[in-house]
Every structure is written in C-alpha cells, then in structure tokens.
C-alpha cells in the first residue's frame, strides 16, 4: 500500500529536493538574521523560513493517508508558500522605501489576509485541492485554485522584481560590488519563482515526474538549479545591512 503511493518519484521530489531546499532554506534564513539583525534582515530570513517549513510539512503528510489531516497539512504548506512572496516583499519595501514605507507595508498586510482568507475558502468549502486514495495521495487542484494561486504569486513577485530594478538604477555605475549583488539577487529571485511555478502547475496538472515530458524537465533542469539560484539569492542579501547602515 505504502509503496503504491510513494513512488520513486515522490522520494526523488519530496524526500530528496525537499529535504535538500529545506535545510539550505534554515540555514540561509540563520545567517541572513546572524549577519543582519534588523528588522530587514529578520523579514528577508522569514522568507527562507516559510518556504523551509512548507518543505518540512509537505515531507510528513506524504507518510500520512488519512484525508482530513492530509488535506489541512497540504493547506497549510499551500498558505506558507504563497504567502512567502508577500514577506520578501515587505523586506524589499523597507530596503527601498525606508523612509516611507509603512502604507505600502500596510498594503502587503491587507494583500496577505486576503489570500489566507481566499486560499482557506476555496481549499474548505470549494474542494479547490484534493487529495484521497483516488488522486494517490497526490494534490490535485482545480484550475480556480491554480488561477487564484498564480495571481496572488504574481503580483507580489512583479512588485519585487521593480523594485529590485530601482534600487539596481539607484546604484551609481562605479559601485560594481552593489550592482553585481542586485544582479545575483534578481536571478536567484526569477530562479526561484520558476521553481514555484513549475511545483503548483505540476499541482494542477497532476504530474508523475518520471513519466511525463514536464516532469522529466523538472527533474534533470529544475531541480539541479535549486542551489544556484539559493546562492544566488543569498549573496544578493548581503548589500541590504550595507546600504542601511550607511544611510
């Protein structure tokens, strides 16, 4: 039974790239707050740490066959991975706009209750995810909650990626070391929301990773990229306790 429904590439997604992303993402979000102990550094280590625990949970419902329980865990790592693009987005606005930031913050708040709120929903009372025997244990979204999901990672992400660009052009052209680390942490940040993106599609279109074309792409291109683009993250990190300090 057990091994009908983890299958080889489960423990290749879940048991190998989750732990893999999961223990990288702790100790990413352990030096980030180490080296920066402001409030920029602990949101930026938020970050890492709600993709770490959605890595973790989503390593123990896949052990568990009991729908109830396994629908609220896929939940919750569903809440903590969509959310994560909305905290990143708070460390950016402080970084960018520190002198006056605390209506976009309130903005982002608002914007992150409305996906709890919206995500518990559909989740509850919409079957938007199911998981039972019927999908082996698998989620499988409905196109309504992989279309809500892509909006609310969207549209954090595109506010990101400005902002990153701003503070980028707001660099003088002699200071090569800040420009090459927004450089590095603009392509660790599409890196990861391509990861993102591909891990909830695969949710919609209930993918077998060794059997489809897609999922063979996720597993020879997708997964090997995971620790560029985490280092790639983490060394663009390192300008913001810079910046600040010298404000």
Not at 80 to 93: E, M, N, R, T
Not at 205 to 233: D, K, M
Request: charged letters at 10%; proline letters at 3%.
């Amino acid at each position: 039974m057990i091994s009908q429904q983890i299958d080889f590439s489960r423990i290749l997604v879940v048991f190998v790239g989750g732990n893999f992303v999961t223990l990288l993402f702790l100790f990413l979000a352990y030096k980030i707050m180490k080296r920066n102990p402001i409030k920029t550094g602990y949101l930026f280590g938020l970050y890492y740490i709600c993709i770490a625990i959605a890595g973790l949970l989503n390593q123990v419902y896949i052990l568990i066959f009991v729908e109830s329980v396994v629908v609220f865990l896929n939940y919750i790592v569903n809440l903590f991975v969509i959310i994560s693009p909305s905290i990143l987005l708070a460390s950016q606005i402080l970084l960018f706009y520190r002198y006056n930031y605390k209506r976009y913050i309130l903005a982002v708040i608002i914007f992150v209750l409305i996906e709890i709120i919206t995500i518990t929903i559909l989740t509850f009372n919409f079957s938007g995810v199911n998981i039972n025997k019927n999908t082996y244990w698998r989620p499988l979204w409905s196109l309504l909650f992989y279309v809500i999901v892509l909006i609310f990672l969207f549209i954090p992400n595109f506010f990101n990626i400005i902002i990153a660009k701003k503070t980028l052009k707001s660099i003088p052209l002699g200071d090569t070391y800040h420009i090459k680390r927004w450089k590095y942490y603009m392509i660790g940040t599409i890196g990861a929301y391509t990861y993102l993106i591909f891990l909830i599609t695969s949710n919609y279109l209930h993918l077998n990773v060794l059997s489809h074309e897609a999922g063979q792409f996720f597993e020879l291109f997708i997964i090997p990229l995971i620790p560029f683009w985490t280092v790639f993250l983490y060394k663009g990190v390192i300008q913001h306790k810079e910046i600040i300090i010298n404000d």
